[in-house]
Each structure stands twice: as C-alpha cells, then as structure tokens.
C-alpha cells in the first residue's frame, strides 16, 4: 500500500500541470462549499465538460479533491453567519454560530479546519487500505431496513437538540418530518400536499428551507434586536482552539470518525447524514445535552468531523462497486465514463495508477484543508467587524441568490422567506430549529427506505428484527425515545 | 384481471415493430445529408439554455451533456444545461413551457412525459404542445439476476423459483405509478403466472447495489444503465423485453420467446423546442440536433451506453410517430389498469 500511495504521491506532484489542477481543486472547493446555494456541485457541473481535456486521472482526481475541500468549505459561514453553506453542514450551525455570538469563532472555525483535516485523513487511510472489503461488507449487509434503521435512531436523540423542553424538540422534529412529506412520495410517486402546483411536487428543497430556518431567521431576531437597542455585535477574536481543548474531545472526534466512514459507505447516503449521526452521538454520549444548541465546541468537533470521515468512505462503494454515494460522486462516474472508464472492479486492475492518484490526491487535499484553512481563516474572521446594518442585507441577498441558483426557481425563494419567518416565530417561542431540519433532512431519507424496506419484507414489520444490524439500531432508538421520555416526566415531577 | 394484450396493441405493433425490423441495420448511421446550415436572420446569435429535468449524473443528465458537446462542436452555439430535477419530470416540463418560446430554450426528456400526459391530459403533449428535434436514445429492457447466483440460472428457472415463492420473491426497480417499469413487470408477471414484490428505487445506485447485495432477488434495467456491470461479470441478463434478439444479447431469450404476447415499451430519451417557437429556428435547430447525433463524439457516447444496439435515431416525424404510439398504449394499459385516466 506505502509503495503504492508514494508512486500515486510521486505522479501527483511530478508534473506542474497536475499540481495546478490538484491547487485549483483544493481553492475552488473550499470557495463554492462556503457560498450558500452555489456549492461544490455547482463547480463539478461547469468543469463536467472540461475534464475530457485532461487525462483520466487527472479528471477524477480534480473531482475528488472538489469533494473533500467543498465539504469543509460551507463550515465557514455556517459558524459565522448561520448560513450552512450544504446541506452537510447544517449540524455545524448548531453550536458554531452560537459560537460566534458568544465571540468564540476563531474557536469554532480553528476547530471545524482541523477536525475537517482529522476527519478526511482517517477517512483516506482507511480507503486506501480496505476499500474492496468494506465495500462488499456494506453492500451485503446494508439495506433499506438498516438505512431506516440508523435514520430511526438519528432521530431518537433529536429531541434534546435546541428546544426549551423535549417535548418542544419533538414536535419541532415532527414538524420537520411533516415538512419533508411535501411532495411526491418516494415509492409510488403520488403527489402529496402541492395543492397542484407542480413546482411542489419535488418536495421542499433542502437548500431553500436551511437558508430560511437559519439565515433569515437569524437576521429577522438579530434585527429585533437591533430595533430594540438590544442588539450587540458578535465580539471579534481569532484564537484558535488550544492543543488541550482539542484532546479533550478526542472521543468525540474518533467517534465522529467511526458515524461518518458508516454512513459515507452506503450508496446513496453520503455525508449529510453522517454531519448529522455525528452530531446527534455526540449529543447522544454528552453528560450535558442541554449545552448542545447553545455553543458547545464538540457539537463542531463531531459535525464536521463525521462530514469529511464520509468522503473518503463515499468514495469505496463507487470506486469497488460502481455506486456512487451522493451527487458528486455520480458526476465522478460521468468522468470516468468521458474516457471510456467505468468506476467498479475492473477499475483496480485496468487503471491501477489513477486509484492511487486519486487516493493520494484525496489524502493531500484533506491536509491541505488544514493549512489553507486556517490561513483563510485568520482572513475572513474580519468579516464579523461589518456592522449589522451592512452585513444583514448582504446576507439576505446572498442567501436569496443561493436559494434561487439551486434550481432557478422562485419559489425556492418564496420557500425561503416562509421558513425564515416560521424560523423566527417558533425560536421566540422555544422551538428547535435543529430539530426542524433533522426532521426535514432524515424525513425524507428515513421514508424513502422505510418504505423500500417494508417492500422488501413483505409489510411484515416483525421481519425488520431478523435482520441484526436494524434490530440493534432500532432498540438502541427505542431506548434513546424511552430515557428521553423518563427524563421529561422527571424534570417536570421536579419543577411541579 | 388479464390484459388482453393482442387487442391493445395491435395498432402499435405495426409501428414499432417495423422500427424494430428495421432498426438492426440502421443503429448508428447519419440520416442527415446537409453538412452544414445557414443561420435564419443570425439565429443563434448567442447560447441556448437547455433545461434537464433530471439531475446531471443520471442518464439525462449525460445524454443531455454529450448532445450539448455534439451541438455546440457542430454550430460553435454554446449550450448552457439548466438542471431542474424532481417530480419525475414535471419541475422541468413546467419550467420549460414557462420559458420564452424563441428557440433559445430547449428541453431534453424522456418517456415519462408521454406517458404523464397519458394519464393526465391536461400534461404537456410532447408530439404537441413540444416539436421533437431528435429522439436519440432509444433503447429495451431486461431483467438482471447476479452471475453467481445458484437459485436460478436463465428465464425458466427464475420463473420457476418466483412462483415456489408465493410472491415473497423481489425485483429492483422505479415502480412509480404509470411508470413504464411498473407496466412492463405487469404484463410479464400476468403472462408468466407469477407474483413478484417490485422494490421501488428512484436512484441507480441503491437499486444496482441491491442487486450485488443481495437485498433483491433481480433487476429490471435498461442495458446502458448497468454496463459496467455486464463488463465486470456482475450481473447477467435472463430475458429481453424486445421482439427480437439484439446482437450483443443473442445468448438472451426475448420476452416474446418465453411465450409473453405483448409489444415492449421502450425507454426513450430526446430534445424539444415550444411548438411556438419561430418555424425557421425551428428548422434550425431540427438540422443542429439531428446532424448532432452523427457527431463522433455522440455516436462514441451512444457506444458506451449499448444505445446503438437497437436503433436510437428518430427524427421530428419518427418521434412523433413514436410518442403519439407511446401515449395510445400507455392510456389503454391505464384504463385497463384502473387508473384514473384524465
């Protein structure tokens, strides 16, 4: 294997042109995953057709590197302006902007570039060394039922994520959930809730609805506050998370690691998912879950974790079986296949050197997150010294244009606005706004396999315990649900 | 209740079947003369917007870039691809009726749209209310087992299995109502006397990775959508839905071999302009798409997508022959399947 990463090292960096490509990789990722709207996709779309230009592994090894660097990027405004820049850095939100606020986002950023870094290595090493193994081990003992499962068990800890109580968390969850029911259903494709307009039929974008629920959201309380004379700028402080606060959650982070390999390994999932499992464990293991929501580094530590752990692991299934994991990793297979390539088995003996570029390349580009981020950062941290008045349009403007880029529809932007305001009303009144895009985002997952699964064993749900992994997921969540509960009759026996 | 096939398709068997005849000989030859045409009044004089209403890594959104590619080197017109996924379709359909009807928009679509306006007229009519530039992807097809699966090894002894089963036996597919997958897999479960459990999954990689895992017992697919599965000894087809034996396939019994009497639906894939649109654009842009198609760059994509197995070219008249067909079947097998037809 170390002979094998040196020689794809050594091609790598052996030729200028490749260099600059890897470079220009590892800058555009970082820049359209931090734009809201416009993400990484949006990069991989425009380069599609330039890629039959350039050798085979070059092309894939650009589209790779876009992965890592554009999964990190959307980090950066999720913890400084609430705006999740992809739908996988949503969990970062959560506790980073809190961060800000309390004018800790030197911490939070300095943390998110270096568990981005941590979290792509290992995710790296581990596809370098067993990608064919774990690629068949997913495949033959991951279904429906399992997938439904672990999004089961996501949501069971939900409900202690940012509501005032947990039954607010809850209905915030099943808000989300009733939210993600908009649209055609996932099996049978009748439409629900468009009222026949047919832009709905797509369902509620993702995009759309965490750029309303956090950045409008925010904006429309912030300038309350404003209003109000109660309004204080974020303080402005670029100190880096120290070497101890970093061991201390060192678990978390291995944990982190563990959630997001699972989760990126599975065709079709990705690392939405995994920012979510991991941020959900994190709460899940915490002896202070109530911390979580207000500003906790660890929610960070585990989000963006777990986010890049599931790049390196999407890429197994697609390079071992052929099956890509998410969006970008289906434009991979349109890259192979521009050179007369197909992504599977007879990749690793038909192009055994563009693996190893590409595996090189991704180990790098993960390490370069660590030191171009953190030099970005100790330059876009000044953003927090715009005053208010300058920064909310801006924002609002930004958020609107990466609402509408999306799909070019207006009524994502329409979406967007509803959701800011609903955002604003139900965070006054102590609802979760994490719980809502949980809800959203694993609702429409969750279904879709729920569905598939029960297919699959006949609507017969006592099926769904003969198979192992699902039966551990799901009373792992049931007893989540049951201690969730004991606790909110406890606290409420103790206040009364 | 039993289709009562023959009756339905009798009218469309002379039309596609006689494509069908035909098509052997035909896949992949340039049926357009003109090398090159002249402008109308400087039209384009910049780039066109081709809407996609499917995501850019599926079969559209490839069929879509390599016709774009194909175009744009032909004309020098560049072509800017605007993906508007969801809805099975109808996200981009409505986008693209909304869209100024001037030529500069066109649409890129599939057989959904046939056969959505089938069950609901009140849907675009791609023959109608759309001109065909091209149809060029047309293509069968097939049901998939693993290569190393000892159950059942060939049509026959899956059919076989399937029925000692008692409908707990599964099939990987999109089994969305009215869906051409979801027609098809009735016709051959009436026709061959067996119950199936059809597993819907929109995307290819959970449904080709359910196949590999294990999780389903088969996989209904299109040839090109699983190649490199083919390539790689994955997977092995066991029955073609197609009235004749392609020559690649000819190991593959077709359905009509195995005793099923019915005319295949077949999955197609072409470009559209507004019926409005100005007829010397419209003239344009038929010539652009239709020599496109010749392209080396198309027919090396068309290649590697088994679409020239069968033949996949149709121009404005064929297409329209073909949807209008499309459109016929679909709403007879509805009527006869209790939907509810609009």
């Known amino acids: 294997m170390i002979e094998n990463f040196l020689a794809g090292t050594a091609t790598l960096f052996g030729d200028p042109f490749t260099i600059g490509i890897f470079v220009f990789g590892v800058l555009g990722g970082m820049l359209f995953g931090a734009i809201p709207g416009v993400s990484m996709l949006t990069l991989a779309a425009i380069l599609l057709p330039f890629t039959a230009d350039l050798s085979p592994a070059q092309g894939v090894m650009l589209f790779a590197v876009i992965y890592c660097t554009g999964t990190y990027g959307g980090a950066i405004t999720a913890i400084l302006f609430n705006i999740p820049g992809a739908p996988e850095n949503a969990p970062t ?39 064919e193994p774990l690629a068949q081990w997913a495949i033959m003992n991951i279904g429906p039922p399992e997938i439904f499962a672990l999004v089961f068990f996501g949501l069971a800890v939900a409900s202690s994520v940012g509501g005032r109580t947990i039954w607010k968390g809850w209905l915030s969850v099943l808000l989300g959930l009733l939210i993600a029911t908009i649209g055609q259903d996932p099996v049978g494709g009748i439409n629900r809730f468009n009222f026949g ?218 979406v967007m606005f509803i959701a800011g305001i609903i955002g604003f009303l139900l965070r006054r009144s102590g609802y979760s706004i994490p719980g809502i895009v949980l809800g959203l985002i694993l609702g429409k997952i969750g279904e879709q396999n729920f569905a598939q699964g029960m297919q699959m064993v006949h609507y017969d749900l006592g099926t769904y315990f003969s198979r192992p992994i699902c039966t551990i997921l799901i009373v792992a969540g049931v007893l989540t649900l049951l201690k969730s509960l004991h606790s909110a009759f406890f606290q409420k026996s103790k206040v009364t | 209740m039993k289709l009562n096939f023959k009756k339905q398709f009798s009218t469309l068997a002379l039309v596609t079947g006689f494509a069908a005849t035909a098509s052997m000989s035909l896949a992949g030859e340039c049926r357009v003369a003109e090398a090159s045409m002249d402008k109308p009044g400087g039209f384009p004089d910049r780039a066109l917007t081709m809407i996609v209403p499917y995501g850019p890594g599926g079969g559209s959104g490839q069929v879509a870039a390599a016709m774009a590619e194909a175009v744009t080197g032909l004309t020098d017109v560049s072509i800017n691809r605007d993906h508007k996924p969801g809805g099975s379709g109808t996200v981009g359909m409505t986008a693209y009726m909304a869209a100024p009807a001037d030529g500069y928009n066109v649409l890129e679509h599939i057989d959904d749209a046939s056969s959505a306006h089938a069950l609901d007229s009140s849907r675009p009519n791609p023959a109608e209310d759309l001109i065909p530039l091209v149809v060029s992807q047309v293509t069968f097809s097939q049901i998939y087992i693993r290569s190393n699966e000892t159950r ?191």
């Open chain 2, 152 to 342: 059942y090894t060939d049509w026959p002894s899956f059919v076989e299995w399937v029925q000692a089963q008692n409908g707990k036996a599964t099939i990987a597919n999109v089994s969305k109502e009215g869906s051409m997958e979801r027609v098809i897999m009735k016709f051959i479960t009436e026709a061959s006397d067996m119950q199936i459990q059809q597993i819907s999954f929109d995307k290819g990689a959970p449904r080709y990775g359910a196949l590999l895992g294990g999780q389903v017992d088969a996989l209904f697919e299109q040839p090109g959508d699983v190649r490199k599965f083919l390539d790689a000894g994955n997977f092995k087809p066991i029955l073609t839905v197609f009235n004749e034996r392609p020559g690649v396939f000819s190991d593959v019994p077709t359905h009509r071999e195995m005793g099923m009497d019915f005319e295949p639906l077949l999955r197609f894939r072409g470009f559209y302009v507004h019926k409005d649109a100005p007829s010397d654009r419209v003239d344009w842009l038929k010539w652009a798409f239709q020599r496109a198609y010749c392209e080396d760059s198309y027919q090396a994509f068309n290649d590697s997508k088994f679409m020239n197995v069968i033949d996949s070219y149709r121009d404005t008249a064929g297409a329209i022959d073909m949807i209008n067909a499309a459109i016929v079947q679909y709403r007879d097998v509805y009527k006869e399947m209790g939907l509810d037809v609009k």
């Open chain 1, 93 to 131: 939100a959560f506790d980073g902007y809190p961060m800000t606020q309390k004018g800790m986002a030197g911490k939070a950023v300095g943390a998110a570039v270096l568990c981005s870094a941590i979290g792509g290595v290992a995710s790296a090493l581990v596809m370098m060394s067993a990608t």
């Open chain 1, 197 to 414: 307009y047919s832009d709905l039929a797509a369902g509620i974008a993702f995009v759309p609805a965490i750029l309303g629920f956090f950045a409008v959201s925010e904006i429309f309380i912030q300038a309350e506050k404003n209003v109000s004379g109660k309004y204080s700028a974020p303080k402005f402080n670029v100190d880096f998370p120290s070497f101890l606060e970093l061991w201390a959650h060192k678990i978390a982070v291995v944990r982190s690691i563990f959630v997001g390999f699972f989760c990126g390994i599975l065709p079709g999932i990705g690392a939405t998912l995994a920012a979510f499992m991991g941020y959900g464990e994190a709460v899940r293991w915490s002896k202070n879950k109530s911390e979580f929501g207000t500003g906790k580094l660890e929610g960070v530590i585990s989000s963006e974790t777990a986010n890049n752990a599931a790049t390196g692991a999407a890429m197994i299934p697609l390079l071992a079986l052929g099956l890509p994991g998410g969006a970008l990793t289906a434009m991979m297979v349109a890259v192979f296949q521009m050179h007369d390539l197909e992504p599977g088995p007879l990749v690793f003996y038909n192009s055994p050197e563009l693996i190893w570029i590409v595996f090189a390349a991704m180990f790098y580009a993960n390490l370069s997150i660590l030191f171009v981020g953190l030099i970005e950062t100790k330059t876009i941290l000044y953003l927090l010294k715009i005053p208010f008045q300058f920064l909310a349009p801006m924002i609002l403007m930004l958020a609107s244009i990466g609402a509408y880029i999306s799909r070019g529809l207006v009524l994502d932007v329409i």
